[in-house]
Nanobody, 126 residues
Framework: EVQLQASGGGLVQSGGSLRLSCAASGFTFGAYGMGWYRQPPGKERELVAAITSGGGTIRYADSVKGRFTISRDDAKNTLYMQMNNLKPEDTAVYFC???????????????????WGQGTLVTVSS
């Protein structure tokens, strides 16, 4: 059974930093692409960042480029996202998700992510 456990959320002031982690189990973590999504209050879930198997290809939403960094440690079966210079508009529940393959063959549609973690809340105060 695929399990994804996100952690690291919390309350931070604008301009601050947080590091999210996602512990994965139940599948060969290193063989799959992974991603971070977020869902702001009252809004749709949106892709924040994604990384392929081996980390050779990384994609970011325009709104977080230069501030967020996605990474993975395949030896620890863990996905990370370092979030710097946080803004109030970054407030959301953040979810980690498993891509259905190692590489983004069919793009980065939500339906291409086949397993989801439970989410961790990030709140950025102004």
């Amino acid at each position: 059974e695929v399990q994804l456990q996100a952690s690291g959320g919390g309350l931070v002031q604008s301009g601050g930093s947080l590091r999210l982690s996602c512990a994965a189990s139940g599948f060969t973590f290193g063989a799959y692409g992974m991603g971070w999504y977020r869902q702001p209050p009252g809004k749709e879930r949106e892709l924040v960042a994604a990384i392929t198997s081996g980390g050779g290809t990384i994609r970011y939403a325009d709104s977080v480029k230069g501030r967020f960094t996605i990474s993975r440690d395949d030896a620890k079966n863990t996905l990370y996202m370092q979030m710097n210079n946080l803004k109030p508009e970054d407030t959301a529940v953040y979810f980690c998700a498993k891509y259905r393959a190692g590489y983004f063959y069919s793009g980065l549609r939500r339906i291409d992510f086949d397993s989801w973690g439970q989410g961790t809340l990030v709140t950025v105060s102004s």
